[in-house]
């Protein structure tokens, strides 16, 4: 892609209207716009990123033999009032129709899978079942503020598993916390695996916590790992903030955190309302046992921005950066620069190439440091002359490292694509 053709360019000045280093960075580098508070559009650059992560999401879900599906945003009103959550959910968004019906826009989809489900489950025959979708989710979000973190309108994994048992029920549910933190280390993300209520639901479900000044959650947790609980739900914080690791891995810790994620054993609660039934080997009808299991995937855009940047903008990990590197023309030695270009899109690497002409090359460093692609090529005169007087080098850069060295461009592409 080049840079002078991108829709969606770096602006100077980050947005005085937004207090959030996610929505601050992202709109600054061109990677979205805001609509409303709460909204944003995602440009060209901010799609990319969504994608990858979207991408890998669904890699780890459709492994553990998920199908994906696409559900509706305008709801059945009279399914949100068999679950009694038309007048219970606070967040929900209910639109009109000029002529007839009133709708639930989707802040989640239970009050549409549910009755969906039950026109093709009978038997145990039928079981286990695991569903999924990447959509957009509309809720009426009190304090819209955080950027990405907290959207009135955000992009979504949402996954409902359906069970003969609850003893099937919970061995899906222990894979999911296995894939979860990996799904989350492949995102760049160290997510701390929390215990939280399960809410009018169930005893407990867990959360994905990760670590962050701008969270509006706190655990109480040991940094080797073997324990973490939501503030939330523990009666006397204060006592338990003190003590020291059972296991012997020093004081616990409260820290501020942002849910990416979370994971929950529904069991029957909507298998009721909905009467969702199958036949067991003997004949009988019971309850379908459910969990659900959501990734917020705009929200983790936002994190990975709020936790990877620095005063000059932000560093992408690998798996999610919008494209693998970024080259940058100085000087006069362009036909170098676009021949390496050809040489790394032949190469297949996704590369951002910043071919604008009269930018200053102070200017194009400062844009390519605030977009934040892993690695920063540079052809330059300089450059050009050090290996191959026919073609030339390139200097190499990492994002999160100081350090410089001009290198043949093939060598370049083989460190690109050996990762
Ligand atoms: P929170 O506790 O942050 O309000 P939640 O517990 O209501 O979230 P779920 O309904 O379980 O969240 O949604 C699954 C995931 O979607 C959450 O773990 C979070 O990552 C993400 N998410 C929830 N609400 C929002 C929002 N308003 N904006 C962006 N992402 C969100
Ligand atoms: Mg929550």
């Known amino acids: 892609m ?40 995602f440009l060209p650059l901010g799609l990319r990123v969504l994608n990858k992560i979207s991408n890998i999401i669904r890699e780890e879900m459709n492994n553990t033999g998920a199908q994906e599906l696409l559900l509706v945003s305008l709801q059945n009103k009279t399914n949100w009032e068999k679950t009694g959550r038309w007048n219970s959910f606070d967040a929900l968004f209910k639109v009109k129709s000029r002529y007839d019906f009133e709708y639930a826009l989707g802040p989640t989809h239970e009050e549409v899978l549910v009755p ?21 989710k509309f809720r009426d979000e009190a304090r ?3 950027g990405l973190l907290r959207g009135r309108e955000f992009l979504m994994k949402d996954l409902y598993s359906f069970h003969e048992s609850e003893e099937d029920l919970m061995k899906y549910y222990t894979l999911m916390k296995k894939v979860y933190k990996k799904t989350f280390s492949r995102l760049g993300l160290d997510a701390i695996e929390t215990v939280a209520s399960g809410g009018t639901f169930s005893e407990f479900s867990h959360e994905y916590q990760v670590v962050c000044e701008s969270g509006e959650d706190e655990i109480i947790y040991c940094p080797g790992g073997d324990f973490s609980e939501n503030v939330e739900i523990i009666e006397n914080p204060e006592k338990l903030e003190n003590k020291q690791c059972d296991l012997g891995h020093g004081p616990l810790k409260r820290v501020k955190v942002v849910e990416v994620g979370n994971i929950f054993p529904l069991m029957d609660k909507f298998s009721k309302p909905f009467n969702l039934t199958y036949k067991d080997k003997d004949g009988k009808d019971q309850y379908v046992s459910m969990g659900c299991y959501g990734i917020g995937i ?3 855009m936002g994190v990975i921005v709020e936790v990877h940047h620095d005063d000059r903008g932000i560093i992408w990990p690998e798996n999610v950066a919008p494209y693998q590197v970024h080259l940058i023309h100085l000087g006069g030695v362009h036909l170098s ?3 390496a270009y050809n040489k790394l899109v032949k190469a297949r690497v996704e590369v951002l190439y910043d071919d604008r002409k009269n930018v200053s090359a102070g200017q194009k460093f400062a844009d390519a440091d605030l977009i934040g692609i892993p690695v920063r090529l540079v052809v330059s005169e300089k450059t050009g002359e050090k290996i191959d ?17 001009v290198i043949p461009i093939d060598q370049a592409i083989g460190r690109l694509k050996t990762g």
């Open 144 to 146: 819209p503020k955080a």
């Open 298 to 300: 705009s929200r983790v």
């Open 2 to 41: 080049k840079y002078s053709k991108l829709f969606g360019k770096t602006i100077k000045d980050s947005p005085k209207d937004e207090p959030s280093v996610n929505a601050r960075l992202l709109i600054q580098a061109g990677f979205i716009r805001k609509e409303v508070a709460g909204v944003y559009n």
């Open 389 to 405: 007087p026919a073609f030339g080098g390139v200097e190499w850069k990492e994002r999160d490292k100081d350090k410089t060295e």
């Open 337 to 339: 620069t676009s021949e």
């Open 116 to 136: 969906l489900v039950n026109n093709f489950v009978n038997s145990y025959r039928d079981l286990p079942l695991k569903l999924y979708q990447i959509q957009n």
